[in-house]
């Protein structure tokens, strides 16, 4: 497994966390990790299959009070999942996305908008 701090691919097996996950220690940079480190289960105290079923629930527009009812988690739980999964999906967004060219740009919002406050600017017409 690779080192998630320092890329380091030659990391050892370093026994388990009482939930039972596996560890594993990096003789570069000397640090142990489990294998969901950096991702949505990481210390998390809930089941992943909850985890799942708070985002889905939330990502077909359920309110907040729903999945809480459905799922019979805490609110600030719920609350935390919904955000970290957010600031996840904002860094991949904003990793992924960069140095994009465009030859053309849909003008159809830009020409509504323009539209709209020609007709607030001039009541004449």
């Not at 289960?41 to 079923?53: G, K, V």
Request: proline share 2%.
């Amino acid at each position: 497994m690779e080192c998630p701090l320092c890329s380091h691919d030659k990391t050892h097996k370093h026994g388990k966390t009482s939930r039972g996950n596996q560890r594993y220690y990096c003789p570069i940079c000397r640090q142990t990790f489990t294998s969901t480190f950096d991702t949505l289960y990481y210390r998390r105290q809930i089941e992943s299959e909850t985890i799942r079923t708070v985002l889905q629930a939330h990502a077909e527009e359920s309110s907040l009070r729903g999945v809480i009812r459905t799922t019979k988690e805490a609110y600030n739980t719920v609350v935390s999942l919904v955000r970290a999964a957010s600031q996840k999906r904002q860094m991949i967004h904003n990793a992924r996305l960069q140095n994009i060219e465009t030859s053309q740009i849909s003008g159809d919002e830009f020409w509504s908008f323009v539209q709209k406050n020609k007709n607030a600017v001039n009541p004449m017409n």
